[in-house]
Protein backbone atom coordinates (compact mmCIF):
# COMPACT_ATOMS: atom_id res chain seq x y z
CA UNK A 1 0.00 0.00 0.00
CA UNK A 2 2.79 2.34 0.64
CA UNK A 3 4.39 1.45 -2.92
CA UNK A 4 1.26 2.03 -4.13
CA UNK A 5 0.49 5.23 -2.73
CA UNK A 6 4.47 6.37 -3.27
CA UNK A 7 3.82 5.66 -6.84
CA UNK A 8 0.50 7.52 -7.14
CA UNK A 9 2.11 10.86 -5.33
CA UNK A 10 5.09 10.44 -8.23
CA UNK A 11 2.43 10.35 -10.99
CA UNK A 12 0.58 13.20 -9.27
CA UNK A 13 3.26 14.99 -8.87
CA UNK A 14 4.68 14.62 -12.76
CA UNK A 15 1.27 15.11 -13.61
CA UNK A 16 1.66 18.78 -11.91
CA UNK A 17 5.24 19.54 -13.30
CA UNK A 18 4.33 19.08 -16.69
CA UNK A 19 0.84 20.96 -16.25
CA UNK A 20 2.95 23.57 -14.79
CA UNK A 21 5.46 23.94 -17.58
CA UNK A 22 2.57 24.31 -20.31
CA UNK A 23 2.85 27.70 -21.64
CA UNK A 24 0.17 29.05 -24.23
CA UNK A 25 1.44 31.86 -27.30
CA UNK A 26 -0.82 33.83 -28.82
CA UNK A 27 -1.06 34.76 -32.42
CA UNK A 28 1.43 37.56 -33.29
CA UNK A 29 3.52 37.18 -30.38
CA UNK A 30 6.75 35.38 -29.28
CA UNK A 31 8.32 34.34 -26.13
CA UNK A 32 11.62 35.07 -24.84
CA UNK A 33 12.91 31.58 -22.79
CA UNK A 34 15.58 31.85 -20.14
CA UNK A 35 16.95 29.02 -18.49
CA UNK A 36 18.89 30.21 -14.98
CA UNK A 37 19.04 33.68 -16.32
CA UNK A 38 20.31 32.72 -19.64
CA UNK A 39 18.96 32.94 -22.67
CA UNK A 40 17.50 29.66 -24.06
CA UNK A 41 14.86 30.03 -26.83
CA UNK A 42 11.95 31.57 -28.39
CA UNK A 43 8.44 30.64 -28.08
CA UNK A 44 6.33 30.50 -30.97
CA UNK A 45 2.20 30.88 -31.47
CA UNK A 46 0.73 27.81 -29.89
CA UNK A 47 0.95 25.60 -27.11
CA UNK A 48 4.72 25.19 -25.64
CA UNK A 49 6.56 24.03 -22.60
CA UNK A 50 9.20 24.78 -20.36
CA UNK A 51 10.68 23.14 -17.33
CA UNK A 52 8.96 24.75 -14.10
CA UNK A 53 11.45 26.43 -11.76
CA UNK A 54 14.60 26.12 -14.44
CA UNK A 55 12.84 27.69 -17.26
CA UNK A 56 10.90 31.01 -17.04
CA UNK A 57 9.60 33.60 -19.83
CA UNK A 58 11.08 36.91 -19.00
CA UNK A 59 9.69 38.85 -21.83
CA UNK A 60 6.87 38.45 -24.86
CA UNK A 61 7.76 40.26 -28.04
CA UNK A 62 4.50 41.94 -30.13
CA UNK A 63 5.00 40.56 -33.61
CA UNK A 64 2.36 43.18 -34.68
CA UNK A 65 3.12 46.10 -37.22
CA UNK A 66 3.87 49.05 -35.03
CA UNK A 67 3.01 52.81 -36.23
CA UNK A 68 5.65 55.08 -35.04
CA UNK A 69 4.24 58.97 -35.09
CA UNK A 70 6.59 61.73 -34.22
CA UNK A 71 7.57 64.74 -35.69
CA UNK A 72 11.02 67.05 -36.67
CA UNK A 73 11.79 70.64 -36.99
CA UNK A 74 14.92 70.83 -39.96
CA UNK A 75 16.05 73.95 -41.65
CA UNK A 76 16.26 73.71 -45.17
CA UNK A 77 19.38 75.44 -46.96
CA UNK A 78 17.79 78.59 -47.31
CA UNK A 79 17.61 79.33 -43.71
CA UNK A 80 13.71 78.50 -43.18
CA UNK A 81 13.07 76.33 -40.38
CA UNK A 82 10.47 73.48 -41.57
CA UNK A 83 8.36 70.77 -39.26
CA UNK A 84 8.57 67.37 -41.10
CA UNK A 85 6.02 65.12 -39.44
CA UNK A 86 7.19 60.92 -40.24
CA UNK A 87 5.32 57.82 -39.58
CA UNK A 88 7.39 54.81 -39.51
CA UNK A 89 5.53 51.30 -39.75
CA UNK A 90 8.19 49.09 -37.81
CA UNK A 91 7.75 45.40 -37.47
CA UNK A 92 10.02 42.71 -34.80
CA UNK A 93 11.19 40.25 -36.72
CA UNK A 94 9.43 36.75 -35.43
CA UNK A 95 13.13 34.70 -36.30
CA UNK A 96 14.97 37.60 -34.11
CA UNK A 97 12.69 38.54 -31.68
CA UNK A 98 15.44 37.85 -28.78
CA UNK A 99 16.92 40.71 -30.67
CA UNK A 100 14.11 42.66 -30.10
CA UNK A 101 13.87 41.96 -26.51
CA UNK A 102 17.53 42.62 -25.30
CA UNK A 103 19.28 44.71 -27.69
CA UNK A 104 17.19 47.74 -27.35
CA UNK A 105 15.55 49.04 -23.77
CA UNK A 106 12.63 51.57 -25.32
CA UNK A 107 12.32 50.61 -29.07
CA UNK A 108 9.83 52.92 -30.38
CA UNK A 109 12.13 56.04 -28.68
CA UNK A 110 15.17 54.75 -30.07
CA UNK A 111 13.93 53.79 -33.53
CA UNK A 112 12.17 57.16 -33.45
CA UNK A 113 15.33 58.81 -32.83
CA UNK A 114 17.55 57.42 -35.32
CA UNK A 115 14.95 58.03 -38.50
CA UNK A 116 15.07 61.61 -36.60
CA UNK A 117 18.51 62.05 -37.00
CA UNK A 118 18.54 60.09 -40.37
CA UNK A 119 16.22 63.01 -41.88
CA UNK A 120 17.96 66.35 -40.29
CA UNK A 121 21.10 65.20 -41.61
CA UNK A 122 19.40 64.75 -45.36
CA UNK A 123 17.27 67.59 -45.33
CA UNK A 124 20.70 69.81 -44.17
CA UNK A 125 21.22 70.50 -47.67
CA UNK A 126 17.49 70.72 -49.33
CA UNK A 127 15.82 73.69 -50.19
CA UNK A 128 12.11 74.62 -48.64
CA UNK A 129 10.71 73.87 -52.56
CA UNK A 130 12.60 70.65 -52.21
CA UNK A 131 11.27 69.56 -49.38
CA UNK A 132 7.84 69.91 -50.50
CA UNK A 133 8.68 67.71 -53.52
CA UNK A 134 10.74 65.18 -52.87
CA UNK A 135 9.33 63.80 -49.84
CA UNK A 136 9.28 60.58 -51.32
CA UNK A 137 12.94 60.77 -51.75
CA UNK A 138 13.68 61.84 -47.80
CA UNK A 139 11.34 58.39 -47.04
CA UNK A 140 13.68 56.26 -48.96
CA UNK A 141 16.68 57.91 -48.08
CA UNK A 142 15.70 57.21 -44.40
CA UNK A 143 14.20 53.58 -45.21
CA UNK A 144 17.64 52.68 -46.90
CA UNK A 145 19.14 54.27 -43.65
CA UNK A 146 17.90 52.52 -41.39
CA UNK A 147 17.15 49.50 -42.83
CA UNK A 148 20.66 46.89 -42.08
CA UNK A 149 20.31 48.78 -38.68
CA UNK A 150 17.28 47.86 -37.41
CA UNK A 151 17.71 43.79 -38.78
CA UNK A 152 20.69 43.96 -36.38
CA UNK A 153 18.25 44.92 -33.89
CA UNK A 154 15.39 42.41 -34.38
CA UNK A 155 13.28 45.15 -36.42
CA UNK A 156 11.92 45.62 -39.91
CA UNK A 157 11.15 48.93 -41.54
CA UNK A 158 8.18 48.30 -43.33
CA UNK A 159 7.62 51.89 -44.78
CA UNK A 160 8.47 55.39 -43.91
CA UNK A 161 6.00 57.98 -44.53
CA UNK A 162 7.41 61.68 -44.53
CA UNK A 163 4.15 63.83 -44.88
CA UNK A 164 3.27 67.45 -45.45
CA UNK A 165 6.07 70.05 -44.43
CA UNK A 166 4.67 72.55 -41.97
CA UNK A 167 5.77 76.20 -41.86
CA UNK A 168 4.52 79.43 -40.63
CA UNK A 169 2.09 81.31 -42.60
CA UNK A 170 4.21 84.55 -43.57
CA UNK A 171 6.64 81.69 -44.96
CA UNK A 172 3.96 79.74 -46.66
CA UNK A 173 2.69 82.90 -48.34
CA UNK A 174 6.67 84.22 -49.42
CA UNK A 175 6.71 80.44 -50.67
CA UNK A 176 3.99 80.49 -53.06
CA UNK A 177 5.06 84.07 -54.34
CA UNK A 178 8.19 82.13 -55.25
CA UNK A 179 6.34 79.34 -57.21
CA UNK A 180 4.18 81.79 -58.62
CA UNK A 181 6.72 83.54 -60.17
CA UNK A 182 8.35 80.71 -61.31
CA UNK A 183 5.40 79.51 -62.62
CA UNK A 184 4.89 83.09 -64.88
CA UNK A 185 8.87 83.30 -65.86
CA UNK A 186 8.62 79.75 -67.21
CA UNK A 187 4.99 81.05 -69.17
CA UNK A 188 6.58 83.59 -70.54
CA UNK A 189 9.88 82.05 -71.43
CA UNK A 190 7.39 79.76 -73.48
CA UNK A 191 5.50 82.57 -74.97
CA UNK A 192 8.46 84.40 -75.89
CA UNK A 193 10.04 81.02 -77.62
CA UNK A 194 6.77 80.84 -79.80
CA UNK A 195 6.41 84.37 -80.75
CA UNK A 196 9.65 84.01 -82.06
CA UNK A 197 8.84 80.35 -84.03
CA UNK A 198 6.15 82.66 -85.58
CA UNK A 199 8.54 85.77 -86.66
CA UNK A 200 10.73 83.29 -87.80
CA UNK A 201 8.35 81.08 -89.58
CA UNK A 202 6.11 84.49 -91.16
CA UNK A 203 10.33 85.28 -92.48
CA UNK A 204 10.59 82.15 -93.94
CA UNK A 205 7.38 82.74 -95.73
CA UNK A 206 7.66 86.41 -96.38
CA UNK A 207 11.39 85.78 -98.19
CA UNK A 208 9.99 82.76 -99.97
CA UNK A 209 7.20 85.17 -101.32
CA UNK A 210 9.72 87.57 -102.36
CA UNK A 211 11.56 85.29 -104.24
CA UNK A 212 8.88 84.02 -105.86
CA UNK A 213 8.03 87.35 -106.49
CA UNK A 214 10.87 88.33 -108.47
CA UNK A 215 11.13 84.89 -110.32
CA UNK A 216 7.40 86.23 -111.78
CA UNK A 217 8.71 89.47 -112.44
CA UNK A 218 11.88 87.94 -113.87
CA UNK A 219 9.84 85.90 -116.01
CA UNK A 220 7.72 88.85 -117.12
CA UNK A 221 10.30 90.91 -118.27
CA UNK A 222 11.85 88.32 -120.30
CA UNK A 223 8.71 87.11 -122.02
CA UNK A 224 7.81 91.08 -122.43
CA UNK A 225 11.30 91.76 -123.47
CA UNK A 226 10.96 88.73 -126.46
CA UNK A 227 7.74 89.86 -127.22
CA UNK A 228 8.70 93.66 -127.52
CA UNK A 229 12.12 92.70 -129.61
CA UNK A 230 9.73 90.36 -131.88
CA UNK A 231 7.15 93.51 -132.31
CA UNK A 232 9.92 95.69 -133.20
CA UNK A 233 11.46 92.70 -135.80
CA UNK A 234 8.16 93.30 -137.52
CA UNK A 235 7.49 97.40 -137.41
CA UNK A 236 10.67 97.59 -139.21
CA UNK A 237 9.92 94.75 -141.88
CA UNK A 238 6.70 96.65 -142.74
CA UNK A 239 8.80 99.88 -143.32
CA UNK A 240 8.07 101.71 -139.66
CA UNK A 241 11.48 104.17 -138.83
CA UNK A 242 12.88 103.24 -135.52
CA UNK A 243 12.19 106.88 -133.81
CA UNK A 244 8.81 106.01 -134.76
CA UNK A 245 8.75 102.56 -132.59
CA UNK A 246 10.82 104.02 -129.88
CA UNK A 247 8.20 106.89 -129.31
CA UNK A 248 5.29 104.27 -129.66
CA UNK A 249 6.92 102.21 -126.97
CA UNK A 250 7.54 105.58 -124.65
CA UNK A 251 3.66 106.74 -125.36
CA UNK A 252 2.17 102.80 -124.58
CA UNK A 253 4.61 102.53 -121.05
CA UNK A 254 3.70 106.51 -120.22
CA UNK A 255 -0.06 105.50 -120.48
CA UNK A 256 0.63 102.24 -118.23
CA UNK A 257 2.24 104.43 -115.81
CA UNK A 258 -0.13 106.67 -115.43
CA UNK A 259 -3.12 103.58 -115.47
CA UNK A 260 -1.10 101.87 -112.43
CA UNK A 261 -1.46 105.27 -110.75
CA UNK A 262 -4.88 105.96 -111.03
CA UNK A 263 -5.76 102.32 -109.72
CA UNK A 264 -3.88 102.06 -107.18
CA UNK A 265 -4.20 105.93 -105.75
CA UNK A 266 -1.59 108.20 -103.55
CA UNK A 267 1.37 107.65 -105.82
CA UNK A 268 3.42 110.93 -108.17
CA UNK A 269 3.57 110.54 -111.97
CA UNK A 270 6.21 113.27 -113.29
CA UNK A 271 5.51 112.97 -117.14
CA UNK A 272 8.45 113.74 -119.11
CA UNK A 273 8.33 113.92 -122.49
CA UNK A 274 10.72 114.43 -125.71
CA UNK A 275 13.61 113.95 -124.03
CA UNK A 276 13.08 116.14 -121.06
CA UNK A 277 12.81 119.18 -123.41
CA UNK A 278 9.09 119.65 -122.47
CA UNK A 279 7.52 118.34 -119.21
CA UNK A 280 4.27 118.21 -118.26
CA UNK A 281 3.64 119.41 -114.51
CA UNK A 282 3.77 117.07 -111.84
CA UNK A 283 0.33 114.97 -110.88
CA UNK A 284 -0.66 113.24 -107.92
CA UNK A 285 -3.25 111.10 -108.00
Not at 14 to 22: E, K, M, N, Q, S
Not at 35 to 53: A, C, D, E, M, Q
Not at 197 to 203: D, G, H, P, Q
Request: hydrophobic fraction near 45%; avoid cysteine.
Amino acid sequence: MEIVGLGTLILVGLIGLALAGLRIINQQSAAVVETFGKYSRTLTPGLNWIIPVVQQIVAKVDLRLQELRSEVEVKSIDNVFVKLPVTLMVQAMPDRASQAHYRLVNPREQITTWALNVLRATTAGLKLSDLFEDRETLAAEVRNSLEARMKEYGYEIISVLVDQPSVSEEVQLSFNRVVASKREREAAEQEAAAKKIRILAEAEAEAESQILRARGIAEARGILAKSLASAVSEAKQQGISENDIMHLLLETNRLDTIKYAAEHGKLVVMDVRDGGRGMTPTVQI
